[in-house]
């Protein structure tokens, strides 16, 4: 027995992992700083333009936006003076003057680099993007004279391998006039580029284009403009995810404008799934508020949980307040409350929809009166709705029993209304329809899913171990301090 025990401890011995040995190495491989981390990105866009990997290039460039947070002055300062020597970096509050660290590229790798204008572009669009942070006025103004001269570049060009990049700069161009409150001047711009990206089949700059466009419309509440230009337009299927949610939600908002709610709901709930988890907490926030009133005008009630979890609570207690008055069904408290958040729903854009709501607080209120009495004069409904003084109780009631929302008969010679019996609920076709618009839901996410499968390119290696021979990214920094 005891020898049987040694040998199976032996084996157990023998066949565990050696951690300590794997654990350095799979370290080492990861970049530690943010100046090692941007000159492996600058070598991959140079192997993938080698290499003619479109995709590759693509999620370089995507990895550009990434920097927003963690790119400084400093880093910037590095940059400009290893590529671009004759310009001049503006140097923020972020700069840091003992920061010493260098890229360690030699001046022949340098010089080749500097040839590939994809490379030039990407260190300019982290310029761009580190002014756009800065949230200043002449910082803004900064990014319209650089974007316009990218612009500028980037079409003389005219390489397929820029059309994500080009996007980028559309993108921060159209957000620093937003900031300057000169949206209008870019549309022009946009249009074109609209033009042009139709042009090439450039499919994601289609998308960031026409979110874009749908933006400067809605911006200046021109729904009308937005609606016949979606109507014109048909978007791209094989976006990426953050533009299809951007699209769904200014579709779902011109139908909830325009009063089509159905189709607004069905945007602007998919808007909400297809939204990052992570991140994205202000896109969420704003989509969640258009849903909650949406709800509200379709005549259901809107989720309690969403309103109080941890993360969207603070954000969505005006919203929360205004629901809550909707599902009293009184209206004297309902406009206080608007009274009250008025400047927070002109904010955002949503007092359009809120002036719509009387009428589902009226129809809230004779629903619970329906299911509280069965007799009660009109006088009592005037009280209990507190309706202005000028509405007629009368007429307020023979309309929402034409509707289908109260059930009951009005006695006018008495001045009262008698209810009649509700029907049980599940003998109606009620839960078959609300299961019905699950599995459309279900079914249209499962659609999408299967649209948006691509095959690998075999010629390029995507991340996976399959090759003894597979570059590492020690080896790929390493390849800096050799002769090209």
């Known amino acids: 027995m005891e020898q049987q025990a040694a040998t199976t401890q032996e084996k157990t011995q023998n066949q565990a992992p050696a951690p300590s040995a794997q654990q350095p190495q799979a370290q080492s491989q990861k970049p530690k700083t943010v100046l090692s981390e941007i000159k492996l990105q600058i070598l991959l866009l140079e192997k993938a333009v080698s290499s003619k990997d479109i995709k590759a290039i693509q999620k370089v460039s995507i990895f550009v936006k990434k920097f927003r947070n963690t790119v400084k002055s400093h880093h910037l300062c590095k940059l400009y003076g290893t590529f671009f020597q004759n310009v001049a970096v503006q140097q923020g509050n ?72 080009l996007g980028v700069i559309y993108e921060y161009l159209s957000k620093s006039h937003e900031k300057l409150g000169k949206l209008d001047q870019i549309r022009d711009v946009l249009f074109e580029g609209y033009r042009n990206a139709c042009q090439n089949r450039d499919e994601n700059g289609q998308a960031i284009l026409i979110n874009l466009i749908l933006r400067n419309f809605i911006h200046y509440n021109q729904y009308e403009q937005s609606y016949n230009f979606l109507k014109k337009t048909e978007f791209p299927e094989h976006a990426f995810g953050n533009q299809q949610a951007r699209f769904l939600y200014y579709t779902g908002l011109i139908h909830a404008i325009r009063g089509e709610y159905q189709e607004a709901y ?119 709705l507190n309706l202005p003084n000028q509405c007629n109780a009368e007429q307020v009631v023979a309309k929402a029993i034409r509707d289908g929302t109260l059930a009951a008969v009005i006695d006018h010679e008495n001045q009262i209304v ?23 839901i279900c079914l249209g996410l499962y659609n999408q899913a299967v649209k948006a499968l691509q095959y690998q390119n075999p010629e390029y290696d995507y991340g996976e171990k399959q090759a003894d021979d597979e570059l590492t990214t020690d080896e790929l920094l390493s390849l800096a301090e050799l002769d090209f």
Request: charged letters at 20%; glycine letters at 4%; one cysteine or more.
């Open 94 to 165: 972020d700069y840091d003057a003992n920061f010493n660290e260098d890229l360690g590229l030699s001046t022949q790798v340098v010089s080749k680099l500097n040839k590939i204008i994809e490379v030039n572009v990407f260190i300019q669009c982290l310029y761009l993007i580190w002014l756009f942070q800065q949230k200043q006025t002449e910082a803004y103004e900064q990014v319209n004279i650089i974007g316009k001269q990218l612009l500028q570049q980037v079409q003389q060009n005219n390489k397929r391998y820029l059309d994500t990049l």
């Open 266 to 384: 069905k945007n602007l709930t998919q808007a909400s799934h297809k939204a990052p988890d992570n991140t994205a907490f202000g896109f969420k926030v704003q989509a969640i508020k258009v849903i909650a009133l949406v709800e509200l005008l379709l005549g259901n009630i809107p989720n309690r949980d969403t309103f109080t979890s941890p993360e969207y609570q603070k954000a969505l207690y005006p919203y929360y307040r205004i629901v809550s008055t909707v599902i009293k069904g009184n209206l004297g408290e309902f406009q206080q409350e608007v009274a009250r958040s008025e400047n927070i729903l002109r904010r955002d854009k949503l007092f359009n929809l809120i002036q719509r709501l009387p009428q589902i607080v009226i129809k809230a209120g004779l629903r619970r009166i329906n299911l509280s009495y069965s007799r009660i004069s009109l006088n009592d409904i005037h009280q209990k």
């Open 418 to 440: 008698i209810t009649k019996e509700t029907n049980d609920l599940y003998g109606t076709k009620a839960p078959q329809e609300a299961y019905g618009e699950r599995v459309n």
